[in-house]
């Protein structure tokens, strides 16, 4: 027999039109990851969540509403976002004090990446409250597996500034993280950033560009950020969500002549350590092996 909720209905989920009971939570925080696009790529662990926690905060009750309708779950969601973070985030602090348990989902995908859940979660943790994550969906890493660039290492920077000036400055901080880079972008300003993206980081610097992903209209576009940047400059009205993605940087080789060059001229103005530490975030070579060359460099008779 299922077990009532207290926002009302039963705890439970249906499931290929099968009613699955779901088990009362542990009292905690969970951070539960829901659909990107298709409704399908919602894990079982998930599902027992949204229907088993006392309360259940979303983005969007409308949003949330259609995940659960579709799943049966009767569970009453509230709306915990930007704007009245100040006002229903302390609420949700006390249901966790009451020992409830509280379920946090974004409009889609992973919540706390690019939405206002990282606020709660941090002041969960800072009270001594449990924070559990349900894994699940999540744009950043969609695109990064399907974009065919490297992902043994990448950093996600979500949004970049949208003025232009700052949207360089940003770009110029990041041209030379040796990761794939993953942003968010809006579909009306993704030309003009790929067109900066191509100016700041290299017109032939690979890239991919990924849309509605999951979805039905679901696209990926894979070239040089030139060749996006005049793709996507020829299109009226791009649609959807977009996430877009920048390969490393190639390697550069200094070569020995000037590298020893710059120790000297760098051991000019600053002491040895100094000298080698700079040389070596100039030149991506171990400050160790730096530090030594001007060492024996020093020992040698002028």
Known sequence: ????????????????????????????????????????????????????????????TRVTRVLLDRYGIQNRPYAYHEYNADEVGPRLLQALEAGRSVALVSDAGTPLVSDP????????????YRVVP?????????????????????LF????PTKDKGKRDRLKELAGVPATLIFFESPHRIAATLSVAADVLGAE???AVGRELTKTFEEFR???????AAFYDTVDNVKGEIVWLVGPPAESVTPEADIEAMLRDLSKTMPTAKAAAEAARLTGLPRKDLYQRLLDMKAQPE
Request: with cysteine; hydrophobic share 40%.
């Open 1 to 60: 027999m299922n077990e009532e909720h207290p926002s009302g209905g039963t705890r439970s989920f249906r499931l290929h039109n099968h009613t699955v009971p779901a088990r009362p939570l542990e009292p905690a925080l969970y951070l539960v990851a829901t659909p990107i696009g298709n409704l399908g790529d919602i894990t079982l662990r998930a599902l027992e969540t949204l229907a088993g926690a006392d309360v259940l905060a979303c983005e969007d």
């Open 117 to 128: 859940g990282y606020r709660l979660a941090s002041q969960a943790i800072e009270a001594g």
């Open 134 to 154: 349900i894994p699940g969906a999540s744009a950043p890493l969609a695109a990064l597996v399907g974009s065919g660039l490297p992902n043994d290492a990448f």
């Open 157 to 160: 920077a979500g949004f970049l």
């Open 205 to 207: 610097r690979r890239g």
């Open 222 to 228: 894979r070239g040089t950020l030139a060749e996006l």
